[in-house]
């Protein structure tokens, strides 16, 4: 079945540097990829989604400038966050879905970030 | 009020037994419903998709009220595998015309031997 990777699974960084997160399909054309952001206890937040070749669509109350998605190819978006503080500790997910897909079925294992 | 409402848990049941999830959401115009699982710091997994007619798939049984706006899971004769958080999401169109996932916060089951 179709598979989405994330990479890394688990980061420790700094305060004030920088982490990139990877989410690729690894067998099939992902048009769309969504990026979550899950707090201990509490619900998926949907943070951003993007679309190939184009620029992300944010939900209100995440900034772009501090979580920078890039989409540039059909099978790899990124995630960055930017000058990571404590508070950007969390539990980074994103899903994939391809051309035909109904829904937002293949998610990748999660990305555990911890600021310190 | 929360626009997918879950069951607070957690629950606490023995092998065998019968459990059942609700779960409700507010927008009138959701589309689409699913139950998924999400095991300790682990991603997510589609169990199922929920569908007006209600579906069945092994021991698992999703149902959906429209009228009610209000989806439920049974679990019968549950596992100890079966021992997860259970996310009940609803996707809609949100103010951009959007297809989105709303998700609600998850109920914790634990069966027990």
């Known amino acids: 079945g179709a598979v989405v990777s994330q990479h890394p699974s688990r980061v420790i960084c700094k305060s004030g540097t920088s982490v990139k997160i990877e989410c690729r399909s690894l067998d099939f054309q992902a048009t769309t990829m969504f990026w979550y952001r899950q707090f201990p206890k509490k619900s998926l937040m949907l943070m951003a989604t993007s679309n190939e070749g184009s620029k992300a669509t944010y939900e209100q109350g995440v900034e772009k400038d501090k979580f920078l998605i890039n989409h540039a190819s059909l099978t790899l978006s990124t995630l960055t966050v930017t000058s990571a503080h404590p508070e950007d500790s969390s539990f980074y997910i994103c899903?994939?879905?391809?051309?035909?897909?109904?829904?937002?079925?293949?998610f990748g294992q999660g990305t555990r970030l911890t600021v310190v | 009020r929360k626009e997918v409402e879950q069951d607070p848990g957690p629950f606490n049941v023995p092998e065998g037994a019968t459990v059942a999830f609700n779960c409700t959401y507010s927008?009138?115009?959701?589309?689409?419903f699913f139950w998924y699982r999400q095991d300790c710091r682990k991603e997510p997994k589609l169990l199922m998709s929920?569908?007006?007619?209600?579906n069945e798939d092994g021991r698992f049984t999703a149902q959906l009220n429209r009228a009610s706006q209000y989806i439920s899971l049974l679990i019968r004769d549950s596992k100890l595998s079966d021992s997860a958080t259970y996310l009940c999401v609803v996707r809609a169109l949100n103010a951009g015309n959007n297809r989105k996932l709303i998700w609600g916060l998850g109920t914790s089951l634990a069966v027990n031997p």
């Open positions: 929920v569908y007006s007619s209600g």
């Open positions: 927008n009138s115009a959701s589309q689409s």
């Open positions: 899903s994939a879905r391809d051309q035909g897909g109904v829904t937002e079925a293949f």
